[in-house]
């Protein structure tokens, strides 16, 4: 805490590669990539703290992905593992399970976490850039933009104005954005009528439950989760004529949590009232200025993709950002940010919405019906499937937006994410996400890259962040040269066929491939568009 009160006591910087507003989450993710990328970043916030109430709890392998290539590893933070989510209706008991078990690219499929842990963690990542600078205490109050940059103007909490000139800037200010609001954002969608108490909960002794349950009730919706260190989160939906007030007296929390546990069983962490939302803007950027996470998109609880959705925003825009400060790309590359964030986005949404449709049934009637037919439909393969195995969650992966449009190879999708899997990198076994590391990287399976390149390709490529690696199969070995990964999962080289390159982002979308004869024609492909006027 003394560390974090210095900060004003030092002057604000003037100006700044990238300013970004908001120190949550989101914010502080972001700040952790840019400071990776070594961009000149100023973060502020009106608070010095991180939040201690209840907020998000869960994260798919995706969100762990994307902190890993954010610098957090395994043990960065605490976080539990769910091996399945299970969905109940009181009159047909169990309606609906979910196989949340196993790992996807070598994260969990589901975790549940303790959001002020994960808060801390990335705090202290950002820390270690000498780049990024955080300054609390400081509120924008308006911004103008201009051919060159952005100019924003802040205040102080002793209400002095000041100044600050960045050539970008993100908005990660949460739901109530003054971001959005000052570039002229509508938030289109919906806002639920109910109001929904979150209760989380320490055990004294013993364990929580090791699973997400949901108990889809019309007269009272609850879902039920672990969290780490013994804690639980129960979520109740109000019923008409509940107020704030009453739902948080402790002998009503008391009353609620009666059917799984004493009041003195447990230490009630923290109560509050919520009322969800499902809200996307119309555009994610206007000129200079981006919008990231709540900032730009609310997605209900029911499938835990809110953090999630703002960690992809950022996975997303910070290399971008970088490639552009640093004269990389042409600042046209920041339009593709939009264009492949906002539908995938969108269509989280949709999902979210649909859960929560089998969450809070309206009468006895519809859940009867609606529970019936999700019960009935997981006697037909296909659909069970589809609900069990998460094929129904929207794959991250798009068509428009920063790729070399053409068919890919058997075994690549571009505009999708590269796998992820355990390699040998230099005698030790790492992940191969951690041997891409920062870069835009041109991968040969089975063959050596820079073999099928000139100098002078060689030499551009690496003048716009690229770099080379090739993969091999397990129990090949490294040859002279460039750098080699001996694939010990099997994910990655029995993926493309041999002889074949992929170019990976450094948010891990590919971004084109091709065999290797084709090397040269690759190569400019990509830097065409990287430095399109």
Same mark, same amino acid.
């Given at each position: ?354 859960? !929560?449709? @089998? =969450?809070?049934? *309206? ?9 019936? %037919?999700?019960?009935?439909? +997981? ?119 041999? !002889?074949? @390159? =992929?170019?990976? *982002? ?9 065999? %290797?004869?084709?090397?040269? +024609? ?12």
């Amino acid at each position: 805490m003394g560390e974090t009160a210095m900060t004003n006591k030092k002057a604000l910087p003037r100006t700044t590669d990238v300013l970004v507003i908001g120190y949550g989450p989101v914010g502080a993710a972001l700040c952790a990539l840019l400071g990776r990328y070594g961009v000149t970043t100023l973060v502020v916030d009106k608070v010095a703290e991180v939040m201690l109430a209840p907020r998000a709890i869960a994260l798919d392998n995706e969100a762990l992905r994307i902190l890993q290539m954010a610098g957090l590893g395994e043990d960065a933070f605490e976080r539990i593992a769910i091996p399945e989510v299970k969905m109940h209706c009181p009159y047909l008991g169990q309606f609906g399970r979910a196989n949340t078990s196993g790992t996807i690219d070598d994260h969990p499929k589901l975790v549940t976490f303790y959001q002020p842990d994960l808060e801390r963690a990335l705090r202290r990542q950002v820390a270690a850039y000498p780049d990024v600078t955080f300054r609390d205490g400081y509120e924008l109050v308006d911004l103008d933009q201009s051919d060159t940059g952005v100019t924003a103007h802040l205040k102080d909490r002793d209400g002095r104005r000041y100044e600050i000139t960045a050539r970008y800037l993100v908005g990660a200010d949460g739901a109530s954005s003054t971001v959005r609001g000052l570039i002229g954002q509508d938030f289109q969608g919906e806002t639920y009528p109910e109001d929904w108490l979150i209760v989380d909960a320490k055990a004294r002794e013993g364990k929580a439950i090791d699973h997400v349950e949901f108990l889809c009730d019309t007269r009272r919706p609850t879902p039920h989760m672990p969290a780490p260190g013994g804690r639980e989160r129960w979520e109740f939906m109000l019923q008409p004529g509940e107020t704030h007030e009453d739902m948080e007296r402790p002998e009503k929390v008391a009353e609620l949590l009666a059917p799984w546990v004493t009041p003195e069983d447990l230490v009630i962490e923290r109560k509050a009232v919520y009322r969800f939302h499902a809200r996307c803007c119309a555009t994610f950027q206007q000129g200079r200025v981006f919008l990231a996470g709540d900032a730009a998109h609310i997605t209900p609880p029911f499938v835990g993709q809110g953090l999630v959705a703002g960690l992809r925003d950022v996975a997303n825009l910070g290399w971008k950002l970088a490639w552009v400060v640093k004269g990389q790309a042409a600042p046209v590359l920041l339009d593709s940010y939009d264009r492949e964030r906002r539908p995938h986005a969108k269509k989280m949404i949709g999902l979210a919405k649909l859960m !929560g449709s @089998l =969450v809070m049934p *309206r009468s006895r009637f519809k859940a009867i019906t609606v529970h019936g %037919a999700m019960r009935l439909g +997981r006697l037909v393969p296909l659909l069970r499937r589809q609900i069990e195995e998460l094929e129904i969650k929207p794959p991250n992966r798009f068509r428009k937006g920063f790729l070399i449009k053409g068919r890919g190879r058997k075994g690549v999708t571009r505009g999708a994410l590269l796998a992820q899997g355990l390699v040998r990198h230099d005698g030790h076994i790492r992940p191969s996400d951690d041997v891409l590391g920062d870069h835009l990287t041109l991968i040969g399976f089975g063959v050596d890259p820079r073999e099928c390149l000139d100098d002078a390709s060689q030499a551009r490529w690496q003048a716009h962040g690229g770099a080379f690696l090739r993969v091999g199969l397990r129990g090949q070995h490294p040859g002279a040269g460039t750098a080699f990964a001996e694939d010990l999962s099997d994910c990655l080289a029995n993926g493309p066929s041999r !002889g074949t @390159l =992929v170019v990976c *982002r450094p948010d891990r979308v590919i971004l084109h491939d091709g065999p %290797a004869r084709n090397a040269e +024609r690759i190569v400019e492909d990509c830097l065409k568009a990287l430095t399109a006027a």
